[in-house]
Structure formats: structure tokens, C-alpha cells
């Protein structure tokens, strides 16, 4: 501390996610998932200066960001007359039918 001044920072950043889902049934069933992404960020800069406490300066910012995502999805599938019809459905797409 040669002119009385002292400079401080301090930087915290946090990233992460949770996921929840459950898929059930056979040629009939649904699936659904939803998920939270997350992220926390802080920063803390400051000037102390003891000569001159009117040139002290503190700076402080923080961040809290939440994306939340739902998707589900719904599916059909059966034989009959010698084909097999299948079809499913979710909320990220159209739906998809078709007889073979």
C-alpha cells in the first residue's frame, strides 16, 4: 500500500442443470422430461483508499439466469390386415403417422 490505496476483487460464477422424466408403455405410451438449467455469477471489485476516503469506490454486480424446458412425447403403434401403423407425437415437432 504505497499511496494508501488497496484494490480488491472477487469473482464467482456457478453453471449446472437438473433433469426429471419418466417414459412408460409398449406399442402405446408417453414420455415426459423436463429440465432447469441454471447459472449464478457474482463480481465485487473495490478501491480503498486511506489518504482520500472521498476516492473509495465499490463496484457490484450478480446474475441469476433459469431456463426451464418441457417436452413430451406420445407414441402409437399396432398390426392389423397384414401392415403396422405407427405414430407418435411430442411438443418439439410435428406429428409423425405412417402405415407400412
Known amino acids: 500500500m504505497e499511496d494508501g490505496a488497496a ?3 472477487y469473482a464467482l460464477r456457478a453453471l449446472g442443470f437438473a433433469q426429471i422424466g419418466v417414459n412408460t408403455g409398449g406399442s402405446f405410451g408417453a414420455a415426459v ?3 432447469a438449467d441454471f ?3 457474482g463480481k ?3 478501491y480503498l483508499s486511506l489518504r482520500a476516503p472521498g476516492e473509495t469506490m465499490f463496484y457490484g454486480a450478480f446474475r441469476f439466469d433459469v431456463h426451464v424446458s ?3 412425447r ?3 403403434e ?3 390386415f397384414g401392415g403396422r401403423f ?3 407425437s411430442d411438443s418439439a415437432s410435428a406429428s409423425r403417422w405412417r402405415w407400412r
Do not use: C, K, P
Open 86 to 88: 405407427t405414430g407418435s
Open 44 to 46: 465485487l471489485l473495490s
Open 78 to 80: 399396432f398390426s392389423i
Open 33 to 35: 422430461y423436463a429440465r
Open 39 to 41: 447459472a449464478i455469477e
Open 70 to 72: 418441457v417436452s413430451v
Open 74 to 76: 406420445v407414441w402409437l
Open 7 to 9: 484494490l480488491y476483487g
